[in-house]
């Protein structure tokens, strides 16, 4: 039996003017949980697509079992046991989770080759069952949770025998309780015999699932560790190549007079009686546990959704109901959560996606001055240090970090008094994070006023000025950061609101 299920050696890929994978290598231990880390724009995403055939290498050799293996297509990958979990699930939402499962390779029966839906549904539920699925195979996909969705096609990897499972940042989407429904899953892969390349930002998937730990760099491989010989620092300094000091820069910004305030905002059956205020420069942070309303808040703030009741003053004037045109007219900016589908729009260029807000800025009689814009929008990009060969790449090409930079700068264009910032480190490297946490720095500095929605208590205690606590759609507490801890952040999250 060879040593490694999966080897790489000296394996290269180059596109146009860029060199993604620089002859990196790899090996993956049968039953091995092995993390693969490495800042936005190390080359994970190439890697993956290496091996699952979407990419075919430059140069170099791969091997499954110790015999040197050609992976062309897709379906040279899926033959030799190997199949991909995307953070963002790629699914048939309107078809049964069976359906999913055995999408390609469906159940049929003699004699006349039609899907055989009794088997296929048996097979499925099997499956689940092995994973300890709390769903039946007959549910609709898009009825579950991202959770439950990665379940299922974990469940459509093993329906295809795979012996090698490539999982890409798959608790970013997830809350604690579900990520930790999701560790049980994958060490439970592992005791089966399953191969797992574990892809995350996050230290505690790495140290609760891995055995070793592989760190990736601009495109090149830097090292190998046993988790057991290796440490937070090591690691942070091997994916962003220099010591990082201070992870959370120092703020000495003197919040100012009163900008922003929400009282008493109510919307039936999300959030109730929210009130709350925000300082010219100013970090305020509302954190709370999953579904406690935070982002719904937000957004009634923001105009996606609406409120039953309450107001919102802005620069002590009460503003009229009314949709995110009204909010950013108005000097209110958002940068949601889900950056993907609600930040940007990828096929665009990231000049047309920082300039979208202030199209009237660049109109000059009836016409847009694509000069004006280009301008603009380069200047903001070199402000907020984006890493790209020019604004007119397209935003689908940028890292998650550059990604967040560019909504940033969207923000920028219009005049904005007031940021809010949902969850802005969800899914971004450690260098990214810290890039990130300068320029909110910068523009509480410059007196914007910012509220930042975080699940990470760390985030929470070394970014901000005060914290709102929420539960359950209300607000519980409102603590000044200097004054408190974890432990009394938690409490008031999970304490019953009044």
């Known amino acids: 039996m060879a040593d490694y299920i999966l080897e790489l050696r000296n394996v290269s890929k180059t596109f146009p003017g860029v060199k993604a994978l620089s002859e990196v290598h790899f090996e993956l231990r049968p039953g091995e949980i092995h993390a693969l880390m490495g800042e936005n724009g190390a080359g994970k995403s190439t890697f993956i697509k290496i091996i699952t055939g979407v990419y075919a290498p430059d140069g170099g050799e791969i091997f499954i079992d110790g015999k040197p293996a050609e992976i062309r297509a897709p379906l040279d990958a899926q033959a030799l046991g190997i199949a991909a979990i995307y953070q ?131 495109g090149k491989y830097i090292n190998t560790w046993n988790i057991a010989d290796v440490n937070d620092h090591a690691l942070v300094v091997a994916m962003v190549g220099r010591e990082i000091v201070q992870f959370f820069p120092g703020r000495n910004v003197v919040p100012g007079g009163e900008v922003f305030r929400v009282e008493g905002l109510s919307r039936t059956g999300f959030f109730r009686d929210v009130s709350f205020s925000l300082r010219r420069g100013e970090i305020l942070a509302l954190t709370g546990l999953v579904g406690a309303g935070r982002t719904e808040v937000c957004e009634a703030i923001y105009g996606i959704t609406g409120y039953d009741s309450g107001k919102i003053v802005l620069d002590g004037r009460e503003l009229k109901r009314g949709g995110p045109a009204r909010a950013i007219a108005s000097g209110i900016g958002y940068l949601p959560e889900d950056r993907l589908r609600e930040g940007l729009v990828l096929r665009w260029e990231i000049a047309k996606n920082i300039t979208l807000p202030a199209l009237k800025k660049f109109l000059r009689f009836g016409w847009i001055d694509r000069k004006s814009e280009n301008r603009t929008a380069k200047e903001l990009a070199e402000k907020l240090s984006v890493r790209a060969v020019s604004v007119h790449d397209k935003a689908s090409t940028l890292s998650g970090g550059n990604q967040q930079k560019v909504i940033v700068a969207k923000l920028l264009t219009s005049g904005m008094k007031v940021i809010i910032l949902d969850e802005p480190t969800k899914g971004v490297d450690v260098g990214a994070k810290t890039a990130i946490y300068e320029i909110m720095n910068d523009l509480a500095a410059q007196g914007y006023g910012i509220i930042m929605v975080s699940s990470e208590m760390p985030e929470v205690l070394g970014m901000s000025d005060r914290i709102v606590v929420m539960r359950d759609g209300r607000v519980t507490a409102v603590l000044e950061t200097k004054d408190t801890g974890q432990e009394a952040i938690l409490r008031a999250a999970m304490q019953n609101s009044a």
């Open 88 to 218: 963002h699930v790629t699914c048939f939402p309107d078809l049964s989770v069976a359906e999913n499962i055995f999408m390609g390779h469906e159940k049929t029966a003699a004699p006349f080759n039609r899907v055989d839906w009794k088997a296929m549904n048996r097979d499925a539920s099997g499956l689940l069952e092995q994973l300890d699925a709390n769903f039946d195979s007959r549910a609709v996909m898009g009825t579950l949770s991202v959770a439950q969705q990665q379940i299922v096609e974990i469940a459509k990897a093993l329906s295809a025998n795979a012996r090698i499972i490539i999982m890409d940042e798959p608790t970013a989407p997830l809350s604690s309780r579900e990520s930790e429904d999701l560790y049980r899953v994958t060490l439970g892969l592992k005791a089966k015999g399953v191969s797992v390349i574990f892809i995350s930002h996050r230290f505690q998937d790495m140290y609760r699932l891995a055995d070793r730990v592989t760190v990736l760099r601009d």
